[in-house]
């Protein structure tokens, strides 16, 4: 059974930082999955924040996050990250961590989800 365990949410003032966790377990093999973080705020839809690829090496970014934001991933414990720096008000939304395959920005591309991590923050 695929599982996907979110941490590290939180409140934190504009200009704060602040880094979530996805643990993962019962991936046949973690390094061959795309990981990739979405976010949805109330009443809007699920949107795409960061992917990094299965070989680690390539990573993407929506144009809302970059430079601000930095995903990463740690095959020995089956984990990505997402490092949140220089927040803004409009960032506050429940993050959910997503495994596929092969993934790009488009949630339907996503077989296993995570149940989300609230991140607020306040002006």
């Known amino acids: 059974q695929v599982r996907l365990v979110e941490s590290g949410g939180g409140l934190v003032q504009a200009g704060g930082s602040l880094r979530v966790s996805c643990a993962a377990s019962?991936?046949?093999?973690?390094?061959?999955?795309?990981m990739a973080w979405f976010r949805q705020a109330p009443g809007k839809k699920r949107e795409f924040v960061a992917l990094?690829?299965?070989?680690?090496?390539?990573?993407t970014y929506a144009d809302s996050v970059k430079g601000r934001f930095t995903i990463s991933g740690d095959n020995a414990k089956n984990t990505v990250y997402l490092q949140m720096n220089n927040l803004k008000p409009e960032d506050t939304a429940v993050y959910y961590c997503?495994?596929?395959?092969?993934?790009?920005?488009?949630?339907?591309?996503?077989?296993?989800w995570g149940q989300g991590t609230q991140v607020t923050v306040s002006s």
């Open positions: 990094i690829g299965w070989s680690g090496r390539v990573t």
């Open positions: 997503a495994a596929a395959y092969r993934g790009r920005d488009d949630p339907s591309d996503y077989n296993y």
């Open positions: 019962g991936l046949r093999r973690f390094s061959n999955y795309d």
